[in-house]
């Protein structure tokens, strides 16, 4: 049986790695004898030749690492300063020093040269997201055919973004070396066509098969799941639930986000001022808690957010707070797994509002956290690629201050049936689509398009 690649940037690290991606592929990898590569966290002065094992762990690990100017040009420079706010839509945060794609080919080629020692014929490979997008050109220019696979994390931009890259036939040409692009949603899937349809040389097929540069590369929409039936028992367990929110106000309101620019915090913020202006009544009854944990805290536009977030928290509770009520508790720090799955089942909502994300998991957890006895709201951005599934939450335009205190009010007021109704629909979705049906649908379409004979496509430009 062919063995599973997972290569991605960041290595699932320590002897018992948790998280969705792992607990998704851990069968597969340890079936068929897998093996992960990725980032050891180490930053050297002189990188190893190859990759480097990793002991323990319930499958085999290998890790590459990077010099201080392969970090700061490869990981901060090109792919957080320059994909990452480009495929969110930010192209007036695009940073884009003259070195960095240099850096960030460099870098990918030296990866794809280890990958290529590890590899054996009939291998799967599959990829994981933007930083890594040139290793199927690399190896299959070392003359590899193995089926290699790239799954998207993130938006899929628009054809107008998309040739705010610095070389977007280079790009075109990274993608149609693979053999399938995995990508989140519906919308990531027509981004996808429209992009290719813009690209001299492309031609696309109305099934989304792309012929470019003499290769064929299929993409379609596998939306990421969770763990939901493990997170329901988690959360259950954690022995929190609605009756104890009066500890932190009647209705607890819980946003839960990386404090990342594209996770629209200010936003929310101002909407939920803007519910406590339209609303004095409410004021000591409920009340916002906001968990983001710091990233990439070296870049200047994650500075600005962080800054702009202790101003409008401060702001707003300045004008709304009384001696025992805070409006907005605002923490800066990661929590454990465990008591974030209580705080979820504790809140009446879930306020997910990101301006631009690929699925975010924060919604599917909040959902599946919920007591289905008495679940609360999850409120959604129409940005999220998680709305194209969890049809039932409270959709909201997170631009929009009043839509979103509105939603606010609606879900506060939510008779029981109804809740319980959206809830259950939801949580059937998140059951039946869930991580292990992600990785399994992955695995199998890659299959079919690396043996697929490849199909006729349709000239578009
Ligand atoms: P992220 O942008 O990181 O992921 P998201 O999908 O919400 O966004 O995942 C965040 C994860 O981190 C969740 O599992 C959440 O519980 C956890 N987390 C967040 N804050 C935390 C905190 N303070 N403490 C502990 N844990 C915390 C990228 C894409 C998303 C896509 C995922 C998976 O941007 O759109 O859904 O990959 O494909």
């Known amino acids: 049986m062919s063995r599973l690649v997972v290569l991605s940037n960041r290595m699932p690290l320590g002897p018992d790695p948790s998280g969705g991606l792992v607990v998704a592929l851990r069968d597969q990898l340890t079936a068929v004898g897998g093996l992960w590569i990725g980032h050891d966290g180490e930053i050297v002065e002189t990188p190893a030749p190859a990759l480097q094992p990793l002991d323990g762990g ?6 590459f690492d990077l010099t201080q100017a392969e970090h700061d040009g490869y990981y901060l420079g090109f792919a957080n300063s320059v994909l990452w706010p480009l495929f969110h839509g930010r192209t007036d945060l695009l940073d884009m020093q003259g070195d960095y794609l240099t850096t960030y080919r460099a870098v990918n080629r030296r990866i ?3 990958v290529a020692e590890e590899l054996r014929p009939g291998d799967r490979l599959w990829v994981h997201d933007y930083h890594l997008f040139p290793i199927a050109m690399e190896l299959r220019s070392m003359g590899f055919d193995n089926p290699i696979g790239l799954f998207l994390h993130i938006p899929f931009p628009s054809a107008g973004d998309c040739h705010a890259l610095p070389d977007v036939g280079l790009f075109a040409r990274w993608l149609a070396a693979y053999d399938l692009i995995g990508l989140q949603s519906q919308r990531d899937v027509a981004a996808f066509r429209d992009c290719f349809a813009s690209v001299e040389g492309a031609r696309v097929a109305p099934d989304g098969t792309v012929a470019h540069g003499g290769r064929t590369v299929r ?4 939306p990421i799941g969770i763990d939901a039936a493990g997170f329901a028992a988690i959360a259950a367990q954690q022995g929190l639930d609605r009756t104890d929110a009066p500890a932190v106000g009647e209705h607890l309101i819980i946003g839960v986000d990386r404090l990342d620019y594209s996770k629209g915090l200010p936003q929310r913020f101002r909407a939920f001022g803007h519910l406590l202006d339209l609303r ?3 004021a000591g009854k409920v009340s916002l808690l906001q968990i983001a944990p710091p990233t990439r805290g070296e870049l200047a536009a994650y500075q600005d957010i962080r800054e702009e977030l202790e101003q409008l928290s401060g702001h707003i509770n300045g004008q709304h707070a009384t001696i025992d009520w805070t409006p907005i508790r605002y923490i800066h720090r990661a929590v454990p797994r465990e008591r974030l799955a209580g705080l ?26 919920q007591n289905p006895e008495d679940p609360g709201v999850l409120i959604l951005s129409k940005f999220a690629g998680a709305a194209e599934q969890l049809t039932e939450a409270l959709i909201v335009n997170p631009h929009s201050p009043d839509e979103v205190a509105q939603a606010i009010v609606t879900a506060l007021s939510m008779p029981m049936g109804e809740r319980r109704k959206r809830h259950r629909a939801m949580m059937h979705t998140l059951l039946r689509h869930d991580v292990e049906w992600w990785s399994d649908g992955f695995l199998s379409a890659l299959d079919a398009a690396a043996h697929a004979p490849a199909k006729p496509v349709l000239r578009v430009v």
């Open 58 to 63: 319930p499958f085999e690990r290998k890790g």
């Open 112 to 114: 794809a040269r280890m």
């Open 219 to 222: 993409a379609g929409a596998f």
């Open 280 to 282: 004095p009544d409410l």
């Open 344 to 369: 979820y089942r504790a809140a009446m909502i879930g306020l997910v509002t990101p301006l631009a994300d690929g699925m975010n998991l924060v919604a599917k957890e909040y959902v599946a956290a």
